[in-house]
């Protein structure tokens, strides 16, 4: 049973593998959220169901717990909806109306106010084998006059009787995206948010609570990921009677909208979960649900070269030929040529929106490149950036209207560029036709679509409604249409680094650039932070410069690789400049890659050691059926003399003998439950040392 419903006692009880989600219904028709944990008898939690009151000022507690609820009467807490009515109302009273039931996974509970032709179908579908519940609404206007939409959330999650709740998300910046951040949640309310137009490096819209003991491999831990690309709010309210409710969706940060008699409102999906298991437990789950139920394809990661750190804004064909037979050389499945091909581009400064192929640079033409590709035995990508435009380009001084911008303001320029309005039917009718032209004139089997601005002054015609949400909706339908006309090319999300990463935009992006940092030790941090909820399957990890732009970091090429193989393994180094040593070893690495890639993205990742712990960390993946696995572990500074560390293994069979090699040397057999319970010793020199180890059943 997935869904089950007892009809006299007004209850409902959503079952996964290993948890009950329980709600229902109580006198006054407000839905109560009653539990959500460790499976239990759900009907036995019918007298859960009532309505509470303390004094005149807190006269519904019972609402603190609502499933879903909308601001009115005497209820104070983070509104799922809010609105106002033609007349002015902005009072609003939903009352259960009925449920309705798809097939063995889908519950529809349907709310209604009790004066104004105004529904709400509150949505579940259940994930039984993730142990996740997939949540949205739909905001019905039956009205004859507008309905002003101030806020209207994706769900709201309760977390109850807890001694002590710890919230668990990301911050950071660029070049330092996906920091690990804990906080106790006190009285009152804790927001992370994006107001930039996208999802932002600043946060990420996931959550996790637990009572302040989970760790990696065990504790209670309730956790939500929000589907949206855009402006985005999530918030843990814990109110005085000891609840925490999660409310998230759409930012209603300059967010109202209209919504006309007969029209509807759908808002992304706010995913959800529980796990008894820890945060290792909620990450694999995460993954495997990526993998399976978000992504658009299940490819494997191809091995990329990207030309960028070794010409920057000075692409010529001929110089990309001559780094194309570099990397080739390699073992390198794919060559990019990033930004600078098109246009004027000569720098940062124009040409941005000029999408036609540089003839100075190509005199030959893009083809000359491509087939040299190919002959190479490699596939061809390209970088673009389809949402900006430089002022000095063609399109904008033939389209200076088509850019964000208020009419008595001058529009801010970052990184000398604006942002085209992409809510504007012409727009986003000329970024796929551009698009579309590209990929059926030319080989192009990769595309890395990139977004280096924040939005501003994000004016529009009051026609035009929801300006923020617009772009999004824009942006999502025009990546589904390339998608159906290319399904052959394989795209990669990118906003100036990780700012664009969600579960809204993997179902469209086959992988992702999570930040323009590839300082491999800062990178660590960042894989730690992003593999709490993606998969490892759609992060990009380039093996750049020593020492590193960024920040000076010498690192040795072993480790660089080491850290860039934990996902899909690219080269952005200069490798024109590489030693023949250096390529020779470069090489050893990628074909080892290629031999437990289906590991690293298609496995189960433990985090052995994270970051912060001590001086190491150490991470494995391993395989569905446990009958392979790949250790990385890092050094990151010496102390004391050479240390020899034991490493606990996870997911191994413990009855199974595995040969377990480390860096290429003899192979030792031992037990899976030896190396689970005693772990494997690894003797680790120098700063920054790091090595692999690989298991296999005998």
């Not at 709010?233 to 209209?258: C, M, P, Q, S, W």
């Not at 930040?515 to 491999?520: L, W």
Request: charge should be negative.
């Amino acid at each position: 049973m997935t869904i089950g419903i007892w009809e006299n006692q007004r209850l409902f009880e959503i079952r996964t593998e290993r948890t009950s989600y329980v709600f229902g219904i109580n006198e006054k028709g407000t839905v109560q959220h009653l539990y959500w944990g460790e499976p239990v008898e759900a009907a036995e939690l019918a007298s859960l169901l009532r309505a509470r009151a303390h004094s005149s000022f807190d006269m519904e507690i019972d609402r603190e717990t609502e499933e879903f609820g909308g601001w009115g009467g005497a209820h104070y807490a983070e509104p799922g909806l809010k609105v106002a009515f033609g007349d002015g109302v902005r009072d609003l009273k939903l009352d259960y109306a009925g449920y309705e039931k798809n097939g063995d996974d889908e519950l529809t509970i349907r709310l209604a106010d009790r004066h104004y032709a105004f529904r709400i179908d509150v949505r579940y579908k259940v994930r039984p084998e993730y142990d996740l519940i997939e949540r949205h609404v739909v905001v019905r206007n039956g009205e004859k006059l507008p309905v002003r939409i101030d806020q209207a959330m994706a769900a709201v999650w309760s977390v109850q009787g807890l001694p002590e709740y710890r919230m668990t998300h990301v911050t950071g910046r660029w070049a330092g995206e996906y920091q690990l951040r804990r906080t106790v949640l006190s009285e009152g309310k804790k927001t992370i948010e994006s107001r930039r137009g996208f999802t932002g490096p600043h946060a990420n819209p996931w959550f996790a609570i637990d009572d302040g003991e989970a760790g990696e491999r065990g504790g209670r831990v309730w956790f939500g990921a929000l589907a949206w690309s855009g402006n985005w709010k999530i918030v843990a309210e814990k109110t005085t009677y000891g609840h925490v409710r999660i409310a998230g969706g759409v930012n209603d940060f300059d967010g109202a909208f209209l919504l006309g008699p007969g029209e509807s409102y759908t808002s992304p999906v706010f995913v959800g979960g529980f796990t008894a298991s820890g945060f290792g437990a909620m990450s694999r789950l995460l993954h495997r649900y990526e993998r399976d139920c978000v992504l658009p394809s299940s490819r494997p990661r191809k091995v990329l070269y990207n030309s960028w750190e070794a010409t920057e804004f000075d692409v010529r064909a001929d110089e990309q030929i001559k780094l194309a037979r570099r990397a080739a050389q390699l073992g390198v499945e794919r060559f990019v040529v990033d930004d600078g091909w098109f246009g004027a581009r000569n720098s940062d400064r124009a040409g941005l929106g000029d999408w036609h192929v540089n003839p100075a640079k190509f005199p030959n033409g893009l083809q000359e490149l491509i087939g040299e590709v190919q002959a190479l035995g490699m596939e061809f990508g390209l970088w673009v950036e389809p949402e900006s435009v430089n002022p000095d380009s063609d399109l904008y001084r033939a389209h200076p209207e088509w850019i964000y911008q208020f009419p008595t303001r001058e529009g801010t320029q970052l990184r000398n560029q604006y942002l085209l309005n992409l809510g504007l039917p012409e727009v986003k009718a000329f970024v796929l036709d551009f698009m579309t032209e590209l990929l059926s004139t030319y080989e192009i089997k990769f595309i890395k679509w990139d977004m280096n601005r924040t939005v501003t002054e994000p004016g529009a015609p009051e026609s035009a409604g929801p300006v923020w949400q617009k772009h999004v909706d824009h942006l999502y339908a025009i990546w589904a249409e390339l998608r159906a006309r290319f399904p052959d090319v394989e795209f990669e999300t990118c906003a100036g680094g990780g700012s664009r990463i969600d579960l809204g935009m993997l179902r469209f992006a086959d992988q992702a650039w999570i930040s323009d940092n590839t300082d491999a030790r800062d990178r660590l941090a960042m894989q730690e932070g992003f593999s709490y909820v993606y998969s490892p399957s759609v992060m990009m990890c380039w093996v750049t410069e020593s020492p590193n732009g960024f920040n000076g970091r010498s690192l040795p090429l072993s480790y660089r690789f080491h850290s860039s193989m934990m996902g899909g393994l690219g080269i952005g180094a200069n490798i024109a400049k590489w030693t023949g040593e250096e390529m020779e070893e470069a090489r050893g690495f990628v074909a080892l890659y290629k031999e437990i890639r289906h590991l690293v993205t298609e496995g189960e990742l433990f985090r052995l050691e994270p970051m912060g712990r001590s001086n190491a960390a150490a991470y494995q993946y391993v395989g569905r059926d446990a009958a392979e696995a790949v250790v990385f572990a890092f050094l990151h500074s010496q102390h004391f003399g050479s240390e020899v560390r034991r490493v606990r293994l996870q997911g191994l069979r413990p009855e199974a003998e595995y040969e377990v090699r480390q860096d290429g040397a003899e192979p030792i057999v031992l037990h899976g439950s030896t190396l689970i319970n005693a772990g494997y010793p690894l003797t680790l020199r120098g700063d920054y040392g790091s090595t692999l180890l690989r298991l296999r059943i005998r």
